[in-house]
């Protein structure tokens, strides 16, 4: 078992280092998931960075980032592995005359296996950090075949057997909670709900992301926005999106938060135009009556 | 692992092994509806002993991640948590030392008297002070602050009395405190206090400051539980002072914090339960066997049925009429329901709804036109709609009259209808035969009940009757909520 972090203030600093801060919470769960040796499942709401996550702990493990993107009908061919058909046909053509039983031994062996993400993963000669992303978009099947995988990191190929890791991946599952993941997958898991963050870890974000920026006029973006997360919007801003705000201030060089820039600007943190306009209502914006 | 001093941020030392609390600790949890299995038990025991006792804050992430499973479950288990792995024991080191807030180091309070004296100060100077010392934390919007301020008025306004000779013993009650601090009280002063930036963004002041008033309410009930615990029992805490999961708390009784929480539950709640109907719609799509057809096909296999072949189902998606009681009593229920079903809208070729007091009106109009917040659409359909043009309150038999007079037409073989409301008919002519229209004219019809289905028929309750018309469902929570709509809904 390869340790990762020494503590979990060791998790922060290094997180912190490639420009992740992460919260307490965070911190301690990955810890926790590198000792324990679990794979972590992460939910919470869209850009709240639970991508984020599993690049910033590649980036601070030096291990390479393999990331399997689920959607709706990914299949066993996408997510594990499949045979390399047209290699093994001129394989056949290559070989005439040998016995069909030195064929079959042949063409069924790892130079005409393609891996895909997983087995890539479990089979790296290097450590990596797996990424299985939205996980909640896959269908229900696909579940079955990551339970081998993420229990006992190996993986059955029926002509080749049980292929085990290595080096186990560190493992981060992404929900947005779409979907009711199965129980058998969340037992295999720790959990961790990322939420929009406190606000001084907001303003800490922003402020690393968007160095430029003014440190009062981030701690204003961030009660702005925190304000508009407790309305009731389609699309609750995200921190990435508080970060995009934060660059377009700086570029509009506002050094304060007016109303007026505000206004302004308003669409580059909210994507729906009744969310605008209720968020305008909400802030009193152009002397909109408060409802 | 070694007992430790009760520091500030340390985990109170131990009677039993950590193990055997974290054991405890998951009996009290599966108390309250959670699974927890013996496989997260022992994930939970190794992240604590990874992580130490040391730090409390890292102890809770840790086993949060353990145990928990989905969001939404992490409430209850901060309330556990806290009574369970408890911040030192009895008065806190802060209300011990510090002599300006609350003023009640020296003054314990476990003899059983409802307002300790001490050293002459009046419970309104206590209280006085308190105030003070809240709205200045509330100023600074610092946590710890408010903590403190939590722990000291707990400790000066919040003892109780056990009850009798060999009773329970003394406890400490959130109730009590704060209805004595009252600390909504202290809004306008903190916020006049905070008035840091100037321009719009004071008026976010207000709505932080009430946030944080919020906030300081859960402290003082976490401390209340944590001091209760200490004398006892954490059992017996664990079990009656931790509030419930938002899928369990009756509509009914919800308070203003459930209920956001519960709205935000509609969302996930309703995505779950389209992806369920699809399901059950795509497997419905397959009927039954077409034997003539199955025959017919059999031929060219030599009469061997190899390949059945099936009846086409005629492909409609149903229509839905909510019909829904919004008088005061059942408001928050009723607009819950409408929520969850604006949400599922896609799954209807049409959804209609109607409200109503004591007359029935469409408001279709007024849920479909933007905004999502229940309180807001309350009152928006009693300004906007003509449902209670007689008295304020429920009259069942003459809003299903009314409706079947001018509606009835909306209600055809494809239709499904939902009564939703307590049944209450303020003792009034229940209208038996209208509801009995409107249920013969509809494909399925059902009632939704948000009372206990031991009180059905208790007092104005006329839920039997309707309940021999149309089938009644006991309707209190989120949980039998969704069962309910997954159930029910027609495919």
């Known amino acids: 078992m390869s340790e990762r972090f020494s503590s979990v203030d060791d998790v922060t600093a290094r997180l912190s280092e490639v420009g992740y801060l992460a919260s307490p919470s965070v911190a301690t769960t990955v810890y926790l998931a590198d000792r324990l040796d679990k794979p972590l499942l992460v939910e919470g709401p869209a850009g709240v960075g639970k991508t984020e996550l599993a690049r910033a702990v590649a980036a601070v493990t030096r291990t390479e980032l393999v990331r399997l993107q689920c959607y709706e009908g990914v299949d066993e061919a996408r997510a594990l592995y499949e045979w390399n058909h047209a290699k093994q046909l001129l394989r056949i053509t290559a070989g005439r005359g040998e016995t069909w039983d030195e064929t079959r031994d042949d063409i069924f062996t790892d130079e005409f296996l393609l891996a895909r993400p997983l087995l890539r993963a479990i089979r790296s000669d290097a450590p990596t950090t797996l990424l299985i992303d939205e996980v909640d978009k896959a269908d229900q099947e696909i579940e079955g075949l990551l339970l081998e995988v993420l229990s006992d990191y190996a993986i059955t190929v029926p002509e080749l057997g049980t292929l085990e890791a290595h080096h186990p991946p560190f493992t981060v599952l992404t929900s947005n909670a779409t979907r009711e993941l199965s129980e058998a997958l969340r037992r295999r898991c720790l959990f961790l709900h990322i939420d929009f963050p406190e606000p001084d870890l907001e303003e800490r974000i922003v402020r690393t992301r968007v160095p430029g920026l003014d440190e009062e006029a981030a701690r204003s973006l961030v009660r702005v926005v925190n304000a508009l997360r407790r309305i009731d919007l389609r699309k609750a801003p995200a921190v990435s999106e508080s970060i995009d705000w934060a660059r377009t201030l700086l570029a509009l060089g506002a050094d304060t938060l007016d109303e007026h820039v505000v206004e302004e600007t308003l669409g580059v943190l909210l994507k729906h135009t009744d969310d605008v306009a209720r968020a305008r209502t909400h802030l009193e914006l152009s002397g909109a009556e408060r409802s | ?491």
């Open chain 2, 1 to 491: 692992m070694s007992p430790r001093e009760p520091a500030e941020d340390a985990v109170a030392p131990t009677v039993a092994t950590p193990t055997a609390r974290v054991v405890a600790m998951v009996e009290a949890l599966r108390g309250h509806g959670l699974v927890v299995g013996t496989s997260e038990t022992v994930d939970a025991a190794r992240a604590g002993e990874v992580l130490g006792l040391a730090d409390r804050a890292l102890l809770r992430e840790g086993l949060a991640a353990a145990l928990l499973r989905r969001s939404g479950q992490r409430r209850v288990f901060d309330s556990v948590f806290d009574v369970y792995f408890p911040l030192g024991v009895g008065a806190r080191e802060a209300v011990r030392t510090s002599s300006d807030v609350g003023r009640s180091g020296d003054r314990r309070a476990d003899d059983g008297d409802r307002r300790p004296s001490g050293d002459g100060d009046s419970p309104q100077d206590v209280v006085r002070r308190l105030r003070e010392a809240l709205v200045e934390a509330l100023a600074s919007g610092s946590r710890g602050a408010m903590d403190a301020v939590a722990a000291a008025a707990v400790d000066g306004l919040g003892a109780v009395p056990g009850s009798g000779p060999g009773g329970t013993a003394p406890g400490y009650s959130a109730r009590q405190t704060l209805e004595m601090l009252r600390p909504q009280t202290t809004i306008a002063a903190a916020q006049a206090a905070r008035a840091s930036s100037p321009g719009f963004l004071a008026r976010l002041d207000r709505e932080e400051v009430r946030r944080d008033v919020e906030a300081f309410r859960a402290l003082v009930q976490t401390e209340a539980n944590r001091r209760t615990a200490e004398g006892r029992g954490r059992e017996r805490v664990a079990r009656y002072a931790v509030r419930p999961d938002a899928e369990a708390v009756e509509f009914l009784s919800a308070d203003r914090a459930q209920l956001l929480e519960m709205r935000r539950r509609v969302q996930p709640l309703a995505r779950r339960l389209a992806t369920r109907l699809s399901a059950r719609r795509r497997h419905a799509n397959r009927g039954q066997i077409d034997v003539r057809r199955t025959l017919r096909r059999s031929l060219t296999t030599g009469g061997v049925p190899l390949r059945p072949a099936f009846e086409h189902r005629h492909k409609a998606r149903p229509e839905l009429v909510l019909l829904c009681d919004v008088s005061g009593s059942v408001a928050g229920f009723a607009g819950f329901t409408m929520l969850l079903v604006q949400a599922l809208r896609d799954q209807f070729s049409k959804v209609r709804v109607f409200a109503f007091v004591n007359h029935t009106d469409e408001v279709t109009e007024l849920i479909t036109a933007g905004g999502t917040d229940p309180a807001a659409l309350a009152a928006r359909i009693l300004a906007h709609a003509n449902v209670a043009p007689w008295h304020p309150s429920s009259d069942y038999g003459r809003a299903f009259a009314s409706f079947v007079s001018s509606y009835a037409s909306v209600i055809g073989p494809r239709t499904s209808v939902i009564v939703l409301g307590d049944a209450r008919n303020n003792y009034g002519d229940p209208g038996l035969p209208a509801l009995g229209t409107i249920a013969a004219r509809a494909r399925r019809s059902f009632w939704l009940n948000p009372e206990h289905a031991s009180r059905w028929g208790l007092g104005d309750s006329a839920a039997p009757e309707y309940a021999r018309v149309v089938e009644m469902h006991e309707c209190r929570t989120i949980e039998q909520l969704s069962g309910l709509v997954g159930r029910l809904l027609p495919v």
